[in-house]
């Protein structure tokens, strides 16, 4: 059974910085796509950002491009999310999911297309 436990949340100052990390278990992985999405009270879960576990190739929201960077460690099983020069609208509960899902007939961008979820990290971030 696969497992997703996040981490690193907390509060921060505008223009600060944050890692998230998301540890993985109970699968290979190698197949997969993992993503970090974001979801205030009231809206939808938004997708931030995924990353192809065998290849490292990398997909952001243009909300958050050139400020987060996610990457992955395979001998870990760990997926991060580093977040840099963070806004007060970046203020969310975040959460790591996998997909297992085919290339070919998924979007890593589709929140609906991941199979599994971590229980999500608050990040707080003040004006």
């Known amino acids: 059974q696969v497992q997703l436990v996040e981490s690193g949340g907390g509060l921060v100052q505008a223009g600060g910085s944050l890692r998230l990390s998301c540890a993985a278990s109970?699968?290979?992985?190698?197949?997969?796509?993992m993503g970090w999405f974001r979801q205030v009270p009231g809206k939808e879960r938004e997708f931030v950002a995924a990353i192809n576990w065998s290849h490292g190739n990398t997909y952001y929201a243009d909300s958050v491009k050139s400020r987060f960077a996610i990457s992955r460690d395979t001998a870990k099983k760990m997926v991060y999310l580093q977040m840099n020069s963070l806004k007060p609208e970046d203020t969310a509960v975040y959460y790591c999911?996998?997909?297992?899902?085919?290339?070919?007939?998924?979007?890593?961008?589709?929140?609906?297309?991941?199979?599994?979820w971590g229980q999500g990290t608050q990040v707080t971030v003040s004006s």
């Open positions: 109970g699968g290979t992985f190698s197949n997969y796509a």
């Open positions: 999911g996998a997909n297992s899902r085919p290339w070919y007939s998924t979007s890593y961008y589709n929140g609906n297309d991941y199979n599994y």
